[in-house]
C-alpha cells in the first residue's frame, strides 16, 4: 500500500522558513514525478513544485520561485521543501504528491498518490 506522510508545517512568522518532508512508502519513486501542491482556505489546490523524477528538472511556480527549494534523497523517496522568506499568502495546507510514472506534471488530478497534508501559517 502507498503512502506519502507529511511533516513539518507550523506556525512561522513572515520572513522567516520552515521545512517540510515527505516520506513515501509502498513503492520505489526514484522514476517517478514528485511535487508540492498547496491549498488556502476557498481556493483551489494549486501548483508548487514539481521535479520529474530523482535528479530531474525541477519547476516551480512563479509564487515561489526564488524562496522555495524542492529536493529529493538520492532513492527518491523522500522529498523536501524548503520554504524561506515566507510571506502571510503562503499560508495553506501543504500536499505531496507522486505519480507512477515520471514526466512534468503541474495539476492535481495528474498525480495519483498523495499525502494527508500538513498545515503551514505565516503570521504577518
Known amino acids: 500500500q502507498v503512502q506519502l506522510v507529511e511533516s513539518g508545517g507550523g506556525l512561522v512568522q513572515a520572513g522567516g522558513s520552515l521545512r517540510l518532508s515527505c516520506a513515501a512508502s509502498g513503492r520505489h519513486f526514484g522514476g517517478s514525478a514528485m511535487g508540492w501542491f498547496r491549498q488556502a482556505p476557498g481556493k483551489e489546490r494549486e501548483f508548487v513544485t514539481t521535479?520529474?523524477?530523482?535528479?530531474?528538472?525541477?519547476y516551480y511556480a512563479d509564487s515561489v520561485k526564488g524562496r522555495f527549494t524542492f529536493s529529493r534523497d538520492n532513492a527518491g523517496n523522500t522529498a523536501y521543501l524548503q520554504m524561506n522568506s515566507l510571506k502571510p499568502e503562503d499560508t495553506a495546507v501543504y500536499y505531496c504528491a507522486a505519480r507512477a510514472s515520471g514526466g512534468l506534471y503541474y495539476r492535481p488530478t495528474e498525480y495519483n498518490y498523495w499525502g494527508q497534508g500538513t498545515q503551514v501559517t505565516v503570521s504577518s
Open positions: 521535479s520529474a523524477w530523482t535528479g530531474g528538472n525541477t
